[in-house]
């Protein structure tokens, strides 16, 4: 059973910064992509960031030169730094990776996984 357990959402006023972390946990083959998305309240849910292996970086437009995604493969962790916040930031943030899981010893087929979601309030 893989799960991805989100931490580090909050309170936070315009300009400040919040950094959110992921981990993947249970049996874990490998993990090819892992991002974060979010979903202001009546908006369909947006990528914010991205990263393919271990340097294939990708940003919304919206948070680039904000935002910096980093991944740590040792321990199946994934981080988003988020500086600058403004108002517009307010979301559900929610981390999202592509995992292949360990079944029966061996490679387990490809599944997409998506954690429960943690709330980022910026305040003007």
């Known amino acids: 059973q893989v799960q991805l357990v989100e931490s580090g959402g909050g309170l936070v006023q315009a300009g400040g910064s919040l950094r959110l972390s992921c981990a993947a946990r249970g049996n874990i083959f490998s993990i090819s992509v892992m991002a974060w998305y979010r979903q202001a309240p009546g908006r369909q849910r947006e990528l914010v960031a991205s990263?393919?292996?271990?340097?294939?970086?990708n940003y919304a437009d919206s948070v680039k030169g904000r935002v910096a995604i980093s991944k740590d493969n040792a321990k199946d962790m994934v981080y988003l730094e988020m500086n600058r916040l403004k108002p517009e930031d307010t979301a559900v943030y929610y981390c999202?990776?592509?995992?292949?899981?360990?079944?029966?010893?061996?490679?387990?087929?490809?599944?997409?996984?998506w954690g429960q979601g943690t709330q980022v309030t910026v305040t003007s």
């Open positions: 990263v393919t292996g271990s340097t294939r970086l």
């Open positions: 999202y990776a592509d995992i292949n899981p360990v079944e029966n010893g061996n490679l387990g087929q490809l599944n997409n996984y």
